[in-house]
C-alpha cells in the first residue's frame, strides 16, 4: 500500500506525491542535484545536513545501495525527493534497496514529484524552507512558520566527528592517532563535514591522514606535527561559524593549508574575504571551471549554496577559478602564505575525476614549506 503524501514548500506551493523510506515528515532547505548517477553519496555527504534533496534524474535506485559507496557514516540528507524509486535494482554489488536504506536511517522519501516543475521553481524562486508530511496541505503550509531557518543553523557541530581518528586501509573511523612511518606525509583533516574520498585519495598519495573535529583549537592540531593541514567541506553559512573562523586565523601561515568548499569559505572568511548566499546554490556533476593558472577548463562536481565575494578581497588574497556559468569565485590563493582553496569539490565522489590533481597541487606545496616541529 502506498501513502499519499505532500512537499509543502514556503512559496506556498504543494506537490503530492507517495511515501517511500521511513514513515515521517521531513523539513529542511529543499535544494536540486543534476547528477544522473551517485545517489548513495549523495545522501551520505554531510553538506546535505538540513537539506531535502530533489534529483533531477528521473529514475533513482536502479543500481541499488552497498557498502562501499559510503561517503560518512549515516545518511546526511533530511529527506529525498524524486519523480521515481525503483524497488528492484540489478547490479551485481547490489545488497539493499535505496527504500530499505531510507528506512534504515529513519529518512523519508517522497517519489511521483514531478521534479522538473520543482526545480524550474526552484531556480526561478530560489531555495526555500519545505515540509513532508501526510497532513492535509493548508495544515502543511502553515507549520512551515514553525521550521527553523536553514540559515539560522550550525549544522556543522551535527556532523563533526566527536574525536580525532586515523584513516587506514579504508576503514572508516575508529583508529587511534599514532606516530607516523618515517618520511609519510602528515595530513590533518578538519571534520566539518569531511566525505571520505577525501581521506581514501590523501592516503593513496602516501599520506598518514589524521580526522580531527571542527573545533580543535589551533594549538592542538599543531601540536600532532602535521606537514600539511585539509579543511573539509561542510553544511550550512560560515557566517555562523566564527569560533572556526577566529581559530583558521592563528593557523593559517604556520602550515600549509588546503580548503575544500565550505573549508574554501572558512579560509576566506579567516583572511577577512566576505561571503554570500547564492539564489539556488551548485548542485550537481557538470559545472565548468577555468584554472586560471593553467588556463584550463575542468568539469566539476559542486554542492554548495554560499560563495565567496570577489570584492575587496584582503592583501595577498587572489582568485585562482572561476565558474565559466556565473562567474563566480571558485578557487583562491595566498602570494605570500602556504594557502589554496577551492569552492567545488576535488574528491568529486559522485563526479568527474578531472579535479584529483588539486591533492597533488597541495602537497606539492606541503614539500616545499619547512616542517612544522618535525623532522621527517
Not at 249 to 271: E, F, K, N, W
Not at 344 to 369: C, I, K, T, W
Request: with cysteine; charged share 20%.
Amino acid at each position: 500500500m502506498t501513502r499519499p503524501v505532500h512537499l509543502a514548500l514556503e512559496d506556498g506551493s504543494v506537490f503530492s506525491g507517495e511515501s517511500f523510506g521511513a514513515e515521517r515528515d521531513g523539513w529542511g532547505e529543499v535544494v536540486f542535484n543534476t547528477t544522473m548517477t551517485g545517489y548513495q553519496e549523495v545522501l551520505t555527504d554531510p553538506s546535505y545536513a538540513g537539506q531535502m534533496v530533489a534529483l533531477t534524474y528521473p529514475l533513482v535506485g536502479n543500481y541499488g545501495i552497498n557498502r562501499r559507496d559510503f561517503e560518512s557514516r549515516r545518511i546526511q540528507v533530511s529527506a529525498l525527493i524524486v519523480r521515481q524509486h525503483c524497488d528492484l535494482p540489478s547490479h551485481a554489488s547490489s545488497e539493499m534497496t535505496l527504500d530499505a536504506f531510507l528506512w534504515e536511517y529513519n529518512i523519508p522519501g517522497i517519489s511521483g514529484v514531478d521534479t522538473r516543475a520543482l526545480t524550474r521553481r526552484l531556480r526561478t524562486r530560489g531555495v526555500m524552507t519545505g515540509l513532508i508530511t501526510a497532513d492535509d496541505p493548508d495544515r502543511a503550509l502553515q507549520r512551515l512558520a514553525e521550521i527553523p531557518r536553514y540559515d539560522d543553523l550550525d549544522l556543522v557541530s551535527t556532523v563533526t566527528t566527536p574525536s580525532a581518528y586515523a584513516w587506514d586501509h579504508g576503514e572508516q573511523e575508529g583508529y587511534p592517532t599514532a606516530p607516523p612511518p618515517a618520511g609519510v606525509r602528515r595530513i590533518l583533516v578538519t571534520d566539518a563535514g569531511v566525505k571520505y574520498n577525501i581521506l581514501r585519495l590523501l592516503q593513496s598519495r602516501g599520506c598518514e591522514v589524521i580526522t580531527v573535529p571542527a573545533y580543535t583549537p589551533a594549538e592542538d592540531m599543531l601540536a600532532m606535527q602535521p606537514n600539511g593541514v585539509l579543511l573539509s567541506p561542510g553544511p550550512g553559512d560560515p557566517v555562523l561559524l566564527g569560533n572556526i573562523v577566529e581559530n583558521l586565523g592563528r593557523l593559517i601561515g604556520r602550515v600549509p593549508i588546503m580548503g575544500i568548499c565550505l573549508g574554501h569559505q572558512l579560509a576566506a572568511r579567516a583572511l577577512g574575504a566576505g561571503t554570500y548566499k547564492l539564489k539556488f546554490g551548485h548542485r550537481g556533476g557538470n559545472h565548468p571551471v577555468k584554472d586560471l593558472l593553467t588556463e584550463q577548463v575542468h568539469i566539476t562536481a559542486q554542492n554548495h549554496g554560499y560563495a565567496v565575494s570577489a570584492d575587496n578581497l584582503p592583501p595577498g588574497l587572489e582568485v585562482s577559478h572561476i565558474n565559466l556559468n556565473d562567474y563566480t569565485v571558485e578557487g583562491l590563493r595566498h602570494r605570500e602564505l602556504p594557502l589554496f582553496t577551492i569552492q567545488y569539490h576535488s574528491e568529486a565522489s559522485p563526479g568527474p575525476q578531472d579535479n584529483e590533481y588539486l591533492f597533488d597541487r597541495f602537497l606539492a606545496m606541503v614539500d616545499d614549506a619547512k616542517p612544522v616541529g618535525r623532522v621527517v
